[in-house]
């Protein structure tokens, strides 16, 4: 798979850009605040549908336009996938409806011409992100754990993106019921109805996400054994809010670092115990005014040789952790595609010493389209620059070497 053209509107800092793309590996080389990883996020978002900067859609439009009844930012990516050609246009549309104080937000997405819901559009373009700031997929909150998983999945896995939806609206009306529970009273048997609901779909999740990070650490794993010059060894070590295993006899719960093998339930086994578990919390939810149990409340983390990395480790362990799971990312996403996704990566090479450049480089090789940026070129071998694509960023144009 590949970008053959990306055409930003009000995008950014980007008035207007149209870029034909060729099915090569690109630098994008510049200075700071040229609108080199605008590019990336403009990509990676034909992708997710977020920004990995952005707080709200909103802000990506371009801080330059003129207050006009409609504001429109688009992102279009034409692309090859197999054989065939694709269109990808995302529009994002601001509304002054008479209140310049509250304007409406919505954003579109057509597909080869024609609107789509969203969740009928993961997965048609597939694109893998490395930046520096993704340190917080280990450092940071569950939430940002949790948001990497759906987001790679999405991409991957046909229906995830629904499930993970359906599963978003029932868990927000059945915590709305839970507070009018918690404060009025009432019958509880109004709960079922969204049990079965999250039960159903929260399954989906959960064994999407067991499978996941099963192959994600069987590819990490040699990886990072590899960059740490065999003296560690990796795990991704998911903790479910609701365990859909028992535990052993004579053991109230299964210790924190213990390997666990979910592999082999089945998606009804796990909604058939969550169905029971959401039911066994009744009192606990009425009395909080929320779901305490589900995939929403998951967690994973990264166990470098007996430590948890995101509590205990040094950045540099958090760095190779970090760059283990793009590698095997890629390498998965291909895997479970049957396609090479767009690499981006963000000044990846000031982060990395010269092995772990090397290792890079060889992902590099492999994929069938990469797009990087750099403020210093000058750190790649000259070999690599002469044989791809060396393109300057600046004031929000880019000029083609």
């Known amino acids: ?37 605008t590019i ?21 439009l371009n801080f330059n336009l003129q207050p006009e009844p409609v504001l429109v930012g688009r992102i279009v990516g ?47 373009f597939n694109a893998v992100s490395f930046l520096p700031q993704m340190s917080r997929i280990i ?19 046909a229906g995830y993106a629904r499930h993970n939806a359906d599963y978003t609206k029932a868990l927000n009306q059945r915590n709305a019921l839970l507070k009018i529970l918690s404060e009025r009273g009432g019958d509880t048997r109004q709960l079922e109805v969204w049990d079965e609901m999250l039960a159903r779909h929260g ?43 028992p535990a ?39 009395s909080r005014g929320m779901t305490t149990l589900g995939p929403h409340r998951d967690e994973f983390r990264f166990i470098g040789s007996g ?12 760095r190779t952790a970090l760059l283990s799971l793009k590698m095997a990312e890629v390498q998965w996403m291909r895997a479970r595609t049957g396609e090479w996704p767009v690499l981006l990566l963000d000044e990846i090479m000031a982060e990395l010493d010269p092995e772990r450049r090397a290792s890079m480089l060889t ?8 797009l990087l940026t750099s403020t210093d070129p000058d750190m790649f071998p000259l070999d690599f620059k002469q044989n791809h694509e060396l393109w300057r960023v600046q004031d929000g144009m880019v000029f083609q070497d």
Do not use: C, W
């Open 248 to 286: 052993p006899k004579g053991q109230l719960s299964l210790p924190v670092q213990t390997a666990v093998d979910r592999s082999q339930l089945t998606t009804e086994e796990i909604e058939e115990g969550f169905r029971k578990a959401l039911h066994a919390a009744y009192r606990e939810d009425i």
């Open 203 to 245: 399954a989906e999740l959960m064994r999407a996400r067991i499978r996941l990070l099963k192959e994600l650490e069987e590819q990490a794993a040699p990886i990072h054994h590899q960059l740490t010059g065999g003296t560690e060894l990796l795990r991704l070590l998911y903790k479910p809010s609701y365990e859909p295993l």
């Open 139 to 157: 450092e940071g909150s569950p939430s940002e754990r949790r948001q990497y998983l759906d987001d790679a999945l999405s991409q991957a896995q």
């Open 307 to 318: 430590i948890d990395l995101g509590d205990y480790g040094s950045r540099g362990q958090g």
């Open 40 to 60: 990336l996020e403009a990509v990676a978002y034909l992708a997710t549908f977020s920004s990995f900067f952005a707080a709200a859609d909103r802000q990506l």
């Open 363 to 370: 992902v590099l090789s492999q994929v069938e389209q990469a």
């Open 78 to 124: 034409e692309y090859q996938r197999g054989l065939k050609s694709h269109t990808l246009e995302v529009r994002l549309i601001q509304e002054y409806n008479g209140n310049p104080n509250a304007p409406r937000f919505r954003k579109e997405v057509l597909l080869d011409g024609v609107r789509k819901r969203m969740g009928e559009v993961f997965g048609q």
């Open 1 to 37: 798979m590949h970008l053959t053209r990306l055409a930003l509107t009000n995008f950014r800092i980007f008035s207007r850009l149209d870029l034909q793309l060729p099915k090569k590996v690109i630098l994008l080389a510049g200075s700071n605040a040229q609108g080199k990883t």
